[in-house]
């Protein structure tokens, strides 16, 4: 009989290769044949509820690694919910309608005028369907569980009748009304944007500082004096309708040589302009107070029949300028408020592409805005009044879709007014949690200082606003026309709205007052895309059997602070008067590996879908739980390969434990915890503690804290401390020894438990692991619950003693090495190791009850009093250890050395201890012998 055949090598059929880009595709359809999703739910019905509501991507494209990232969060979450107790559904979602699938449309070669709106929205539709349909297949690729057959998308009828709903209620309480004021246009989308859907870029934009002739001076300036405004978009100046000046601040009027002409500039800006104007000499005639100004006209510079009033304002600073700002009421907001005041014309001769109208006079009509800038600085200094013009570059609003400059531009828009129920966003805003803590300031500044929600869009693809007018043009927004509308959605979807005449979507026998021959018309102007997706908790979470309402958790990029959470909150605390959700935990963004924003035309675009195929979806998995996605993360290649690593480690170490438990039946074999010996007592509970700890960190979404626990307990606890040296143990003694069934009563346990701590993160090699696992009840891990924390009495002494041996092996691991290096031995098994001992030290090894020689992996350990050592004695971190070559010789079973070889005669090449074990479970090696 050969010697290798009396060790307890271990043995498993689960391979060492994961072979991931295969395996996980089949395993994924294995859970959706088998409905894994819907019996974790039945498994689940009546134990409290957690509701992570999902904020929809936009349907357009593959995912990418921001999606990616986004969705393995959520759907760790919902997995390590469902096991540990809660009834955790996740219902995913799709933004659907909007601007980006309009454009996508244009490219193909559609022509959304020629088709008209009801083909066009069929258009669209067929198009965010594919797209929900290619997402979808992107994110079953990553191993996300959800309930995929009834998604929410914003373009179904159920939703849009709530989403109407939602507006009615609005409605309902004063906080929708139609006005003109300037808003964010943009030229490109063709469509007022809101300030969540503008972002910044510096610009470089000409300036001009310009004289405006006093026309009505109110008998304190003369004709002959001119107001020198300033403005940065020159282009404007044909919308000019007055000029502002600060109250409290001096003006001058002031002369230069050789001029005839007198200028009001303010005081304190006066030398360094007329600096700038090149006025070498000036005389100061006059000096008055901004509120002395007031209701002096000026003429327009370029229209003989148009007035400007000097208006008192607080927004004119000293920063810049002049101290007088040329003021259109059509083209600012601030410039709008202070002409509503006086009563101002709101003249915006810029049409919805961005080009001037024929009202803006002959040089300017048709003419792009930007290229409008060229033609007003050539009429002012035509005239003799441009003073200066130079360029400058600031800060300017972009349309974030169509990354093109957007202008200021009063239209007639609908608006939600935000003021009126203010106090209540911020009220309802102190009752939510956020994470990182951070995101509640920046959430909370931004609806206090946010002005009213301009929610009309001037584009087909979306959801109508459900208004109607009247024949004299008032506006119809009655409980009973709104719910009405959204009967009909959803009966028909909101298509139906583009089919139907004004007339037809008319409750039957509607009047009004205001339209006596019952003509009615109605509103073209689409919502805007945030509030189909900020409704959602109304559409979906309120409106499905198996949801609730308000969520429990809102999870994206921190972007949707301005986008999908303030939405969200805003629609929420209108309609029902509560925030949707209890908290919100926001990531940072995906870069490339140099810290840049990803982009197709930088070619830097890492695609989940080619990471999964080269390595594997549980590698992007595991990637998402090693960093901090509370901070912008970056993603490269060499990052995944370092994470696919760290994935071998764990699939190794998991393997290991599969194998030197395939003998362990759990049922018959078990030691009690009170009978392990005592460091497996120590490592039990310490493995118990791991459990605690990673379930709090899964508690708190701490996913990167949870990988660090897990890998450094396989690293270094299990690797390198407990796995390093009970392979003796598992592997020498006795098939059914005491010992042995010890070690593997915890090995057992670290297996089940592990495998279900992992497989939040590794769902597909957690499963894999399951089947292997036959004593343990279930088809599939995520059927099991999670790992709990077992009440093992107090352990606060057990852990605390070996974790300070700790220190003794350590010092002892610093001994051998530099035996090593001496080439006094090779192996830690070659060498006999005495420790001499304070009386506390020799006290923390007798307290340990335990033979620590085997934890050592040496073959002799001495324990002595340190009074014992001599000068030849080396100190390793306060402990006095001498290092000698082992006694005796090597036994070829255990490859340890011993004085004792041949005790037994019948095996004269194994220690007595070994021999005993032979005897005892090899009764045939008696008869054939050992070779």
């Known amino acids: 009989m050969k010697i290798k055949e009396t060790l307890n090598i271990g043995k498993t059929k689960f391979p060492m290769r994961g072979n991931l880009p295969t395996t996980e595709a089949q395993r994924e359809n294995i859970w959706f044949e088998n409905k894994v999703y819907e019996a974790r739910q039945k498994l689940n019905a009546g134990k409290p509820t957690f509701m992570l509501h999902d904020g929809p991507p936009y349907a357009n494209g593959n995912i990418h690694i921001g999606h990616a990232m986004n969705k393995i969060s959520k759907d760790i979450i919902v997995r390590y919910k469902s096991m540990n107790g809660f009834r955790a559904p996740y219902v995913p979602g799709w933004d659907t309608h909007g601007l980006p699938i309009e454009q996508q449309l244009t490219k ?149 040589k050789g001029s005839d002409k007198k200028y009001i500039i303010a005081t304190e800006l006066l030398a360094k302009d007329a600096e700038m104007f090149g006025w070498d000499e000036y005389t100061v005639l006059a000096e008055f107070e901004g509120k002395d100004l007031e209701y002096i006209t000026a003429q327009h510079p370029f229209y003989d029949d148009v007035s400007l009033l000097v208006m008192l304002a607080d927004f004119v600073t000293l920063d810049a300028g002049t101290g007088l700002v040329h003021t259109a009421p059509g083209f600012g907001e601030d410039d709008f408020f202070v002409g509503q005041k006086y009563g101002l014309e709101v003249a915006v001769p810029v049409d919805y592409q961005g080009k001037m109208l024929p009202e803006a006079g002959e040089d300017f009509a048709g003419v792009f805005y930007e290229d409008a800038n060229a033609i007003s600085l050539k009429k002012l200094a035509d005239l003799g009044v441009l003073l200066k013009q130079e360029d400058i570059t600031h800060s300017y609003p972009f349309d974030w879709r169509t990354k093109k400059p957007v202008i200021y531009r009063a239209v007639p828009q609908w608006f939600a007014s935000i003021q009126s129920f203010r106090d209540d966003l911020l009220n309802e805003l102190d009752q939510v949690s956020f994470s990182p803590e951070w995101g509640k300031k920046r959430l909370y500044n931004m609806l206090k200082d946010r002005g009213d929600w301009v929610i009309s869009r001037q584009r087909v693809w979306g959801v109508p606003l459900p208004i109607f007018y009247a024949e004299d043009g008032t506006p119809i927004m009655e409980p009973e026309t709104i719910e009405h509308v959204a009967e009909l959605f959803a009966e028909h979807g909101s298509t139906y709205w583009f089919e139907k005449e004004a007339k037809e979507l008319l409750p039957e026998g509607y009047t009004n007052s205001h339209s006596p021959n019952g003509i009615f018309t109605k509103e073209l102007d689409i919502m805007d895309v945030w509030f189909d997706s900020g409704t959602s908790h109304q559409g979906v979470l309120a409106a499905r059997d198996d949801l609730s309402f308000p969520a429990d958790l809102y999870l994206e990029g921190s972007d949707q602070y301005r986008g999908w959470f303030n939405s969200s909150l805003i629609t929420s605390v209108a309609a029902t008067g509560q925030a949707p959700y209890k908290q919100i935990l926001s ?43 509370s901070q912008d993360v970056r993603v490269s290649m060499a990052g995944f390969k370092q994470t696919a690593e760290a994935y071998r480690k764990i699939r190794n170490t998991m393997r290991f434990l599969l194998a030197n438990t395939a003998d362990f039946n759990p049922n018959e074999n078990q030691v009690a915890f009170k009978d392990l010996t005592p460091v497996d007592q120590y490592f039990y509970a310490r493995f118990n503690e791991l459990v605690r700890d990673v379930k709090n960190a899964y508690d708190q979404f701490d996913f990167q804290t949870v990988n660090k626990l897990m890998m450094n307990f396989i690293n270094v606890d299990l690797s390198a401390f407990y796995l390093d040296f009970n392979k003796d143990v598992l592997y020498v003694e006795a ?82 090495e530099v035996a090593r290096n001496n080439e006094l031995i090779g192996k830690p098994a070659e060498a006999a190791v005495t420790l001499y001992l304070t009386d506390d030290q020799a006290k923390l090894i007798d307290s340990l009850h ?18 014992e050592a001599d000068d030849t004695v080396a100190s390793f971190d306060g402990y006095q250890i001498r290092v000698t070559r082992a006694a005796g010789e090597m036994s070829p079973r255990d490859r340890m050395y011993h004085t004792d070889l041949g005790a037994d005669s019948a095996f004269p090449m194994l220690s007595a201890h070994e021999a005993q074990i032979i005897r005892d479970n090899f009764p045939e090696a008696l008869v054939e012998g050992l070779e």
């Open 108 to 256: 193909m070669g559609k022509d959304r005028k020629a088709v008209g709106p009801v083909v066009w929205r069929k258009m669209a539709e067929e198009f965010a369907r594919k797209q929900v349909k290619t997402q979808m297949a992107d994110f079953k690729r990553l191993g996300v569980s959800a309930d995929w057959d009834h998604p929410y998308l914003t373009l179904l009828p159920e939703f849009e009748a709530a989403q109407v709903r939602v507006f009615g209620e609005m409605v309902k309480k004063g906080y929708i009304y139609k006005g003109k004021k300037p808003v964010f246009w943009s030229w490109s989308s063709e469509s007022a944007l809101a300030m969540s859907e503008i972002e910044y870029h510096d610009v470089t934009s000409p300036t001009a500082f310009y004289a405006e002739q006093v026309k009505d001076g109110q008998g304190k300036l003369d004709t002959d004096t001119y107001f020198v405004v300033w403005t940065t978009t020159p282009w404007t100046i044909p919308g000019s309708r007055g000029i502002s000046v600060n109250a409290n601040f001096k003006y001058s009027q002031v002369q230069s």
């Open 850 to 867: 335990q033979n620590v020689r085997v934890t050592l992996l040496v073959s002799q350990l001495t324990l002595m009093h340190v009074e």
């Open 735 to 816: 098939p059914n020894g005491d010992l042995r069934r010890s070690v593997q009563t915890v090995l057992y346990k670290m297996l089940v438990d592990m495998t279900k701590l992992l497989l939040p993160i590794l769902p597909h090699t957690a499963e894999e692991i399951f089947e292997y696992l036959p004593f343990e009840t279930g088809d599939f891990a995520y059927l099991t619950g999670m790992a709990t924390v077992e009440d093992l009495g107090d352990t606060t002494d057990l852990i605390a003693n070996w974790t300070k041996f700790m220190t003794v092996r350590d010092a002892v691991n610093k001994a051998l």
């Open 587 to 629: 990531q940072g963004f995906t870069l490339d590996g140099q810290g840049e924003k990803m982009s197709k035309s930088l070619g830097n675009i890492i695609s989940p879908n080619d990471v999964a195929k080269e390595m594997g979806a549980e590698i992007i998995r595991l990637w998402v739980s090693s960093v901090d996605t």
